[in-house]
């Protein structure tokens, strides 16, 4: 089981990003993907989940319409799209497979926010 995740880097507040995750060694179409985020001195903490067939999808309430979850099953790839950013959104971020993620993280991608 692989994740590989990119897409991150310095924003100013407001600004938007967009993070890709590259996955292999599971069967991708079969898992509800997630995306999760860790902070300096935080616990990691879920952000974003999207069933299967992408027909559903849930993000924390802190980044309710501002963050959208996708999936591209073809591609085995997830991304989440990242609008209106704020210096609280700065953190590693991590995307993971399954309702209960695999012990097998990738590297993440480093999100920070400021001016």
């Known amino acids: 089981v692989q994740f590989v995740e990119s897409g991150g880097g310095l924003v100013q507040p407001g600004g938007s990003l967009t993070l890709t995750c590259l996955t292999s060694?599971?069967?991708?179409?079969?898992?509800?993907m997630s995306w999760y985020r860790q902070a300096p001195g935080k616990e990691r903490e879920w952000v974003a989940g999207i069933w299967t067939n992408g027909d559903a999808t849930y993000h924390q309430d802190s980044v309710k319409g501002r963050f959208t979850i996708s999936r591209h099953n073809a591609s085995k790839m997830v991304r989440l799209q990242m609008n209106l950013l704020k210096s609280e959104d700065t953190a590693t971020y991590y995307c993971n497979a399954g309702t209960r993620p695999f012990a097998s993280w990738g590297q993440g991608t480093q999100v920070t926010v400021s001016s």
């Open positions: 060694g599971f069967s991708f179409s079969s898992y509800y």
